[in-house]
C-alpha cells in the first residue's frame, strides 16, 4: 500500500527527554484523523490520486457543494482539503480514515507549510548580501544592492534585467518543504506526531505531513531497518 499524506496543525515546540537523559527541542504537530472524501482515477480524471479531508467544520460556514462533496464519503464536511498521487488508487475507500497510527514505521517525515510572511524586505535581509563597505568615502547606501545594469541581456533585444534577479521584495509567505526530519514521538491517542527540525508556518499554519521521499544512506539504513 502507498503511504498516505496526512493533513495537521502545527501546534508549537517543546522538549522531551531521551532515554540517556538528554533535552531534545522538538516541534509538535496536530496530524490527521484525515478522512478519504475522493479518490481519483486516471479513467476518471486523468491521473491516480486521493483526496483527503481534516479539521472539523459547522455547516453554517462551509458551502452547499462542499457539504454534498463530503457527505458522499459519509463524512461531515471538513475545513481543509488535500490530495496526494498513488500509484494504485483501489487501496483506498471512500470514507476511510487516515491517523497516525499510518506512520508507525515511518522514522522520517518531509513537512509542506507556508513561510511565515515578513513583509518586503532589502537584499541584505532576503538574501544574504553583504552590502557595500562602510569605509571612509562611501556614500550612505551601506546595505545596497550594489550596481545592477552589469546583468541586463542585450543580445538583440532592449537592456533589461533578467527575470529572477535578486532583488528587494516580498520575503516569506511561499510554499516550504523541509526533508527528512526525524520522527522523534508519535502519540496516536491524542494524533500528535514529535519531529525534531524546523517546520514552515506560524503556530497554528496547516501543515502537510508525508513520509520521507528521499534519504541519505545513514538515515536510508535506518529506515530500511525500521520497516524491516
Known amino acids: 500500500m502507498t503511504m498516505a499524506q496526512l493533513l495537521g496543525i502545527k501546534k508549537g515546540m517543546t522538549r522531551v527527554f531521551t532515554d540517556d537523559g538528554r533535552s531534545l527541542p522538538v516541534?509538535?504537530?496536530e496530524v490527521g484523523p484525515c478522512v478519504v472524501t475522493q479518490i481519483r482515477t486516471?479513467?476518471?480524471d486523468g491521473y491516480n490520486a486521493v483526496q483527503i479531508g481534516f479539521g472539523d467544520i459547522k455547516a453554517r460556514t462551509s458551502t452547499m457543494s462542499l457539504i454534498a462533496h463530503d457527505a458522499k464519503a459519509g463524512s461531515a464536511p471538513r475545513r481543509f482539503h488535500g490530495e496526494f498521487l498513488v500509484e494504485d488508487p483501489s487501496q483506498y475507500e471512500?470514507?476511510?480514515t487516515l491517523t497516525t497510527a499510518d506512520f508507525a514505521k515511518v522514522g522520517y517525515v518531509d513537512v509542506s507549510?507556508?513561510?511565515k510572511g515578513k513583509g518586503f524586505a532589502g537584499g541584505m535581509k532576503r538574501h544574504g548580501f553583504k552590502g557595500q563597505q562602510a569605509t571612509h568615502g562611501v556614500e550612505r547606501k551601506h546595505r545596497s544592492p550594489g550596481s545592477i545594469g552589469g546583468?541586463?541581456?542585450n543580445a538583440g533585444k532592449a537592456g533589461r534585467i533578467?527575470?529572477?534577479?535578486k532583488m528587494a521584495g516580498q520575503m516569506g509567505a511561499?510554499?516550504?518543504t523541509v526533508r527528512s526530519l526525524d520522527v522523534v514521538r508519535i502519540d496516536t491517542e491524542r494524533n500528535l506526531m514529535l519531529v525534531k527540525g524546523p517546520v514552515p508556518g506560524h503556530?497554528?499554519?496547516l501543515v502537510e505531513v508525508r513520509p520521507s521521499v528521499r534519504l541519505y544512506k545513514t538515515k536510508g539504513k535506518n529506515q530500511a531497518a525500521l520497516s524491516g
Open 174 to 176: 511561499e510554499r516550504i
Open 94 to 96: 471512500l470514507g476511510q
Open 151 to 153: 546583468h541586463a541581456n
Open 42 to 44: 486516471e479513467k476518471t
Open 162 to 165: 533578467k527575470k529572477g534577479k
Open 113 to 115: 507549510g507556508t513561510s
Open 27 to 29: 516541534t509538535v504537530l
Open 203 to 205: 503556530n497554528g499554519a
